[in-house]
């Protein structure tokens, strides 16, 4: 019989349904249970695309002898953490302060008033490899319930004593933070200890992508012109995009590399990477011009589009690691399959190319410390080797690349959470609407404008304020400081791309729902969840970034562009003391507010209103081509015509028109507006000043 979670409608938490298990999804119904038969609570985290989730479920929570245990003893409560992030983020502040690590599955055990007391990450169902069985953790918890009450209630009062402290700690500045270009200027330096000279990426294995530390490279090397910064990022960027961390075959990056030279992936596909990722190599293309990353974007999107997008325009949040109950199985392939699909002379071109070895694409990864060759090799060296022109080589791979992926589309695919956050959505139509214009693909827009109606029309209460997960017909749970401050950011972006001034009005309205609700009137800074929210143990402030912008870093970024272009005072003043609030952070861990860099890159400036005026679209687009081909990290763009007239951007748009009937090129600072420049050879000109090629 299925348990409490069938009622759910969390991919996750359906996973779970069949266990034996008597879960309960978090809720009073578990806490009031566990009062009445005084018991403690197992909180069990995780997400569906995590593999490790998978194996404790199989080992454990299948198991009958550690269901029955858990049913007969304790509250059982499973919690999705990409429904729920403020759960998970005050019970992993627990693990770690308990452990001094963490991930998922995060396993914790609470009293009956949601105070952790004891907590870890993935147990094995018996003692194994060092670390405790979880029927022994079980017997331990129980055993310290049943004999030592008094002790443990004392260290979890402790223990969330110390939650509520640390989860805002960091976000409360004393309001005389002083800031300059240096403040960003100086991370460099910070990002370049870490860094990996000879592979890229920062740190070593297990190596992530840190895309937002890439883009405050491209805002030094901006600033400073200084190589090295532009060399880091480069390096890195081609070293994913050439690696097994990147989908050869259907575009979109994978999750992380287990070793320290991008090669092994662990195979999960999220939304908010790739939306990150894009974003970077946008970047990198308007500031570079090679054209291996404008491929690489459109792979990535046309990936998104094809395999993580609903029919009514929201973009899925995950892929799954495993298929057939196997890590990557989807992803591997051997020289022998590979040989049946492409035939002889093929296959061993394409396994001299991607450097596939008698174990397959992608050999284990303890070789990762030895000196091993690039991978894959250069195209121009691999056709030097075989005598073959490098443009009918390109081709040539392409369609061996297509012959594989559509084998491969046949086999068991990974599974896939199907839930729209609107957060990871923000991301992704920031990343569509921006990488439209630069790589010119309108189909990218539109996938954009169609997510961005999905989620004001789907996840939008009759009060104007946010839902956070949309599935199958529901949408569910208040919506939390990264959802407001993430859709803001791509409704800005939003607008510089089509100019509709809808998009504006839409964010102004979620920023002041932003600023009345979150907004902490006593410290200053961000609370991550409203001020009507759930009553947890701890109302958290999220200032540093994980795999996604922190909620503080994103929303500092959508204030700052959205006050940059409107004018509007109060949103940057409530940028400005959001600045304030984490200003030590800057100096003392750089590289952990990478969005709240950027974000404060731009608000530093000086940044321009750029507003292009012409006498009709097609005049307005030629200009907005050139403009956009360039790294211009420093200005908020307007034009006319365009539709949908915002009072929002009155300021902005005023006065601006086309100049005897040819367009202009309006750049102003602190809408103080230079005379026009006119004609499409002198803005050319102008733009080669304000943002080189």
Same mark, same amino acid.
């Given at each position: 019989m299925p348990n409490r979670l069938a009622k759910e409608t969390s991919p996750y938490l359906l996973q779970h349904q069949n266990n034996p298990v008597d879960w309960y999804p978090w809720g009073e119904e578990a806490f009031a249970a566990a009062k009445k038969l005084d018991r403690p609570i197992f909180l069990s985290v995780g997400y569906s695309a995590c593999h490790w989730c998978h194996v404790m479920e199989h080992e454990s929570f299948e198991n009958a002898e550690i269901a029955k245990k858990l049913n007969d003893n304790f509250i059982s409560i499973k919690v999705d953490r990409e429904e729920r992030p403020d759960i998970d983020q005050i019970y992993m502040n627990a693990v770690q302060t308990l452990t001094g690590r963490g991930g998922w599955p995060m396993s914790v055990f609470l009293t009956h008033d949601k105070q952790p007391f004891f907590g870890g990450? @993935?147990?094995?169902?018996?003692?194994?490899? !060092?670390?405790? $069985?979880?029927?022994?953790?079980?017997?331990? /918890?129980?055993?310290?319930?049943?004999?030592?009450? +008094?002790?443990?209630?004392?260290?979890?009062?402790?223990?969330?004593?110390?939650?509520?402290?640390? #989860?805002?700690?960091?976000?409360?500045g004393d309001g005389e933070a002083k800031f300059s270009?240096?403040?960003?200027?100086?991370?460099?330096?910070?990002?370049?200890?870490?860094?990996?000279?000879?592979?890229? $990426?920062?740190? #070593?294995?297990?190596?992530?992508?840190?895309?937002?530390?890439?883009?405050?490279?491209?805002?030094?090397?901006?600033?400073?012109k200084r190589r090295q910064a532009l060399d880091m990022v480069t390096l890195t960027l081609d070293k994913m995009a050439a690696g097994g961390i990147y989908d050869q075959l259907a575009g979109g990056f994978h999750r992380y590399? /287990? +070793?320290?030279?991008?090669?092994?992936?662990?195979?999960?596909?999220? =939304?908010? +990477?790739?939306? =990150?990722?894009?974003?970077? @190599?946008?970047?990198?293309?308007?500031?570079? $011009?090679?054209?291996? @990353?404008?491929?690489?974007?459109?792979?990535?999107?046309?990936?998104?589009?094809?395999?993580?997008?609903?029919?009514?325009?929201?973009?899925?949040?995950?892929?799954?690691?495993?298929?057939? !109950?196997?890590?990557?199985? @989807?992803?591997?392939?051997?020289?022998?399959e590979i040989e049946q699909v492409l035939g002889k002379d093929d296959a061993k071109l394409f396994a001299a190319t991607y450097d596939i070895t008698a174990r397959g694409n992608f050999e284990p990864h303890e070789h990762a410390g030895r000196n091993i060759p690039n991978r894959p090799r250069k195209l121009a060296e691999v056709a030097g080797e075989f005598g073959i022109d490098l443009q009918d080589?390109?081709?040539?791979?392409?369609?061996?690349?297509?012959?594989? =992926?559509?084998?491969?589309?046949?086999? /068991?695919p990974p599974g896939l959470d199907d839930k729209v956050l609107v957060s990871w959505n923000g991301l992704m139509i920031d990343a569509m609407a921006t990488a439209a214009g630069v790589v010119g693909e309108p189909r990218y827009l539109t996938a954009a404008q169609n997510a961005a109606t999905f989620i004001l029309e789907k996840l939008r209460k009759p009060?104007?304020?946010?839902?956070?997960?949309?599935?199958? #017909?529901?949408?569910?749970?208040?919506?939390? =400081?990264?959802?407001? !401050?993430?859709?803001?950011?791509?409704?800005?972006?939003?607008?510089?791309?089509?100019? +509709? #001034?809808?998009?504006?009005?839409?964010?102004?309205?979620?920023?002041?729902v932003a600023l009345r609700r979150f907004f902490d009137d006593k410290a200053g800074g961000f609370f991550y969840t409203a001020d009507d929210h759930e009553e947890l143990i701890a109302r958290n402030k999220d200032v540093y970034d994980n795999a996604t912008p922190s909620g503080t870093g994103i929303m500092l970024t959508a204030l700052v562009r959205l006050g940059k272009l409107t004018g509007d005072e109060k949103y940057l003043t409530g940028a400005e003391l959001g600045f304030r609030s984490i200003g030590e952070l800057f100096d003392r861990a750089p590289n952990a507010v990478g969005q709240s860099l950027l974000a404060l890159d731009l608000w530093l400036g000086p940044t321009q209103e750029v507003v292009v005026a012409a006498p009709s679209t097609a005049a307005r687009d030629e200009v907005l081509r050139d403009l956009r081909s360039r790294f211009w990290p420093h200005k908020l763009t307007a034009a006319v015509p365009g539709k949908n007239e915002s009072p929002h951007l009155k300021g902005v748009l005023a006065g601006k028109q086309p100049v005897k009937d040819r367009p202009a090129l309006y750049v102003c600072e602190n809408f103080t507006c230079r005379a026009p420049i006119v004609g499409p050879e002198a803005i050319a000109k102008e733009l080669d000043k304000l943002a080189p090629k």
């Amino acid at each position: 019989m299925p348990n409490r979670l069938a009622k759910e409608t969390s991919p996750y938490l359906l996973q779970h349904q069949n266990n034996p298990v008597d879960w309960y999804p978090w809720g009073e119904e578990a806490f009031a249970a566990a009062k009445k038969l005084d018991r403690p609570i197992f909180l069990s985290v995780g997400y569906s695309a995590c593999h490790w989730c998978h194996v404790m479920e199989h080992e454990s929570f299948e198991n009958a002898e550690i269901a029955k245990k858990l049913n007969d003893n304790f509250i059982s409560i499973k919690v999705d953490r990409e429904e729920r992030p403020d759960i998970d983020q005050i019970y992993m502040n627990a693990v770690q302060t308990l452990t001094g690590r963490g991930g998922w599955p995060m396993s914790v055990f609470l009293t009956h008033d949601k105070q952790p007391f004891f907590g870890g990450t @993935y147990w094995p169902p018996k003692s194994a490899r !060092g670390m405790p $069985g979880f029927d022994s953790v079980l017997d331990a /918890v129980l055993d310290a319930w049943k004999n030592r009450r +008094d002790a443990l209630h004392d260290q979890a009062k402790q223990l969330t004593d110390h939650l509520k402290v640390v #989860g805002a700690a960091d976000a409360r500045g004393d309001g005389e933070a002083k800031f300059s270009a240096t403040t960003v200027a100086a991370a460099e330096t910070a990002l370049a200890k870490s860094f990996d000279a000879r592979e890229g $990426g920062f740190g #070593g294995a297990p190596k992530f992508p840190h895309p937002m530390d890439l883009r405050v490279l491209l805002r030094v090397f901006h600033r400073t012109k200084r190589r090295q910064a532009l060399d880091m990022v480069t390096l890195t960027l081609d070293k994913m995009a050439a690696g097994g961390i990147y989908d050869q075959l259907a575009g979109g990056f994978h999750r992380y590399s /287990v +070793d320290a030279v991008w090669l092994v992936p662990h195979f999960e596909k999220m =939304l908010y +990477d790739n939306a =990150l990722l894009t974003s970077a @190599y946008v970047e990198a293309y308007q500031a570079t $011009g090679k054209a291996d @990353y404008a491929r690489t974007i459109r792979e990535t999107l046309d990936f998104i589009l094809r395999d993580m997008t609903d029919a009514a325009g929201g973009f899925y949040s995950t892929l799954d690691a495993d298929s057939e !109950g196997e890590e990557g199985k @989807y992803y591997v392939w051997t020289p022998a399959e590979i040989e049946q699909v492409l035939g002889k002379d093929d296959a061993k071109l394409f396994a001299a190319t991607y450097d596939i070895t008698a174990r397959g694409n992608f050999e284990p990864h303890e070789h990762a410390g030895r000196n091993i060759p690039n991978r894959p090799r250069k195209l121009a060296e691999v056709a030097g080797e075989f005598g073959i022109d490098l443009q009918d080589f390109q081709t040539q791979l392409a369609e061996m690349r297509a012959k594989l =992926l559509e084998v491969r589309a046949k086999r /068991v695919p990974p599974g896939l959470d199907d839930k729209v956050l609107v957060s990871w959505n923000g991301l992704m139509i920031d990343a569509m609407a921006t990488a439209a214009g630069v790589v010119g693909e309108p189909r990218y827009l539109t996938a954009a404008q169609n997510a961005a109606t999905f989620i004001l029309e789907k996840l939008r209460k009759p009060d104007g304020r946010l839902l956070h997960a949309y599935r199958h #017909g529901q949408a569910k749970f208040d919506a939390y =400081l990264d959802d407001y !401050g993430c859709l803001i950011n791509a409704l800005v972006s939003l607008y510089e791309a089509d100019f +509709d #001034g809808r998009w504006i009005d839409e964010a102004a309205a979620l920023a002041d729902v932003a600023l009345r609700r979150f907004f902490d009137d006593k410290a200053g800074g961000f609370f991550y969840t409203a001020d009507d929210h759930e009553e947890l143990i701890a109302r958290n402030k999220d200032v540093y970034d994980n795999a996604t912008p922190s909620g503080t870093g994103i929303m500092l970024t959508a204030l700052v562009r959205l006050g940059k272009l409107t004018g509007d005072e109060k949103y940057l003043t409530g940028a400005e003391l959001g600045f304030r609030s984490i200003g030590e952070l800057f100096d003392r861990a750089p590289n952990a507010v990478g969005q709240s860099l950027l974000a404060l890159d731009l608000w530093l400036g000086p940044t321009q209103e750029v507003v292009v005026a012409a006498p009709s679209t097609a005049a307005r687009d030629e200009v907005l081509r050139d403009l956009r081909s360039r790294f211009w990290p420093h200005k908020l763009t307007a034009a006319v015509p365009g539709k949908n007239e915002s009072p929002h951007l009155k300021g902005v748009l005023a006065g601006k028109q086309p100049v005897k009937d040819r367009p202009a090129l309006y750049v102003c600072e602190n809408f103080t507006c230079r005379a026009p420049i006119v004609g499409p050879e002198a803005i050319a000109k102008e733009l080669d000043k304000l943002a080189p090629k």
